[in-house]
Structure formats: structure tokens, C-alpha cells
């Protein structure tokens, strides 16, 4: 697992800081520890933006530029990145989301899909050396040593497949890592999140036959299934099903907050069984179920 595998070297470092220790000395020791760990963050919307505002014209795009000065991004509540923020918040890896609207499905989605994977590897390109593609551990181990920004591809939403395993392949060819199975809407093979409370919109109950048979493909691709937006019936048949760990790449916990889109103890416990991993979502109403979160909200969670 590209994440899991930094993430259990972190902790014990981690460990060495006693909680009343002055602020300098834990920045001292975070620092030593991304100097020997990736810090990989598992899920980025900016191709979308750049979509968006831009038409995927990466010509109009200054990214090594403070975005916070320069409109659309300056007024945009959606977008947070730039090549400087990512420097100084010591970003080893990058996930960028490859992400298609609802509204495509069963139209376009999976030409959208190509076009941002083809905007995601374009951007990597115009910043290279900083940016640089990875598709596997060591390459994102390499690109650490040699202080290089992993660039990594994750679709966001299974109605881009269009129902197609050979879809499914030709991706993971194209170097997408994982995929999110459902985005805020079912597909024919796999419940969202709108399943559960409070729309109740059960479609199929979890995974569809084919659905376990598209887990089992990217198990057998290496793909990294990402549960994040899933219902809780997929979530537990997907775990029944999977020989890999799986992802929860932008989720929170639902004890903490009661939003469909955290998890439940219930599915926390069988993650832990799967040896899976549940990130955190800095979204402030997955953090507090409130518009105002703060840092201590996200570390404390």
C-alpha cells in the first residue's frame, strides 16, 4: 500500500515527543520526521478546478505562483493549492483527484476522465523537476530522497468506468492508483453514501455481483479501492470482499460527526481487520458537523 507503508513507519517517531514538550522542540522532531517519512496526501480536487476555471489551459496556469493573491483562486471556497503551499507544508506526495460529475454518467464520464488524467499528467509535466509522476513505493521513495514532489492519479467515482473492466485496466495503465467506487451517486454496481441517512436512497443494498467482481479486478490490478463516499453496505461488502487493504481517502469519523460520508465504529473495526486506512477530512463539516473546524479539530480527531 502506497500509504499505509509511510504511515506505520510515522508513528513510532512520532512517539519520542512527550505532549507537554515546548513547541519549537515538536517542530523540530515533525521536521526530522518528514525528513525520513513521505507525507502523502490522499486527495486533491485542483485538476477540477483547473477544469473549471480554466478549461484545463494549463498556459493560464501560474501554479508556482501564491494563488492567494490571483483570481479566480484568491475568491474561490474550493481551491487551497499551489507549488508554494505544497513546499511548505512538506507534501511528499500528491493524489490528485481525477474527478467527473454525476451528471456524466452514462454520457461522457469516461472521455472527462481521460481529459483530467490527461490535465493531471500535463501539470506534472510543465513543473517537473519539482512535480514528478510516481506509480509505486519506490518510486515515491525515490522522489523523496531526491526531494521531488510525487504527482499520483486517483479517479473519483466508479460511473467512470462507464461498466467497463477494460476501462478499469486501461487506467490503471494510464497510472491512476485508486478508485474512488462511488462519487454522490450510485452507479449500477455500487450504493454512494446516499443510501444512508439522512436520504435513505437504497439502490442495491452494496455491492452489485459485478461490483465484487470489479474490487476483485482492481485487487487483482493493484488498484487501491477507496471506500470515501460509499454507503455503509458497500463499505462492509467491499471489506467481505477484498484480498488488499482498502482506503477511505477523504472521510472523517461518524462518532465524531454524524455525516454520511464519515465512517462508523462498526466499519472502523473491520478496516482495522483489513488493515486498511481511514484519512482525515479537513472539510469543516466533516470535522465538527459545523462551518467552523480548526487544526486541534483535525488532530484531535
Not at 264 to 284: A, C, I, P, S, W
Amino acid at each position: 500500500m502506497l500509504i499505509a507503508g509511510a504511515a506505520g513507519v510515522a508513528v513510532p517517531l512520532a512517539l519520542k515527543v512527550s505532549s507537554g514538550a515546548p513547541l519549537a522542540e515538536r517542530l523540530q522532531v515533525a521536521t526530522q520526521l518528514l525528513d525520513t517519512v513521505p507525507l502523502i496526501d490522499g486527495h486533491n480536487d485542483l485538476p477540477w478546478n483547473i477544469r473549471k476555471f480554466l478549461h484545463n489551459q494549463l498556459n493560464d496556469f501560474r501554479f508556482d505562483d501564491d494563488l492567494k493573491t490571483i483570481l479566480p483562486w484568491s475568491k474561490s471556497a474550493w481551491s487551497h493549492t499551489d507549488l508554494q503551499r505544497l513546499k511548505r507544508g512538506r507534501i511528499s506526495a500528491q493524489f490528485w483527484a481525477a474527478y467527473v460529475p454525476c451528471e456524466a454518467q452514462h454520457r461522457d464520464a469516461v472521455q472527462i476522465t481521460l481529459e483530467q488524467i490527461d490535465v493531471i499528467k500535463r501539470l506534472t509535466e510543465r513543473y517537473s523537476p519539482h512535480l514528478t509522476s510516481c506509480a509505486s513505493v519506490l518510486d515515491i521513495v525515490q522522489a523523496h530522497k531526491n526531494h521531488q514532489m510525487c504527482s499520483l492519479i486517483g479517479v473519483e467515482g466508479g460511473h467512470s468506468l462507464g461498466g467497463s473492466l477494460g476501462v478499469l485496466r486501461i487506467y490503471y495503465a494510464l497510472g491512476v492508483r485508486y478508485m474512488t467506487l462511488t462519487s454522490t451517486c450510485h452507479t449500477p454496481w455500487a450504493d454512494s453514501s446516499n443510501a444512508d441517512a439522512p436520504k435513505y436512497d437504497i439502490r442495491h443494498g452494496g455491492l452489485t455481483a459485478y461490483g465484487k467482481t470489479i474490487v476483485r479486478e482492481m485487487n487483482r490490478l493493484g488498484m487501491i479501492v477507496d471506500l470515501s463516499k460509499s454507503s455503509v453496505g458497500t463499505m462492509k461488502d467491499v471489506l467481505a470482499t477484498s484480498q488488499a487493504p482498502v482506503i477511505f481517502s477523504h472521510s472523517s469519523a461518524h462518532a465524531l460527526c454524524n455525516s454520511s460520508r464519515n465512517v462508523q465504529d462498526e466499519v472502523l473495526e473491520l478496516v482495522t481487520k483489513n488493515r486498511g486506512l481511514v484519512m482525515v477530512n479537513f472539510y469543516n463539516k466533516f470535522l465538527r458537523c459545523s462551518d467552523n473546524a480548526s487544526v486541534q479539530d483535525a488532530v484531535g480527531k
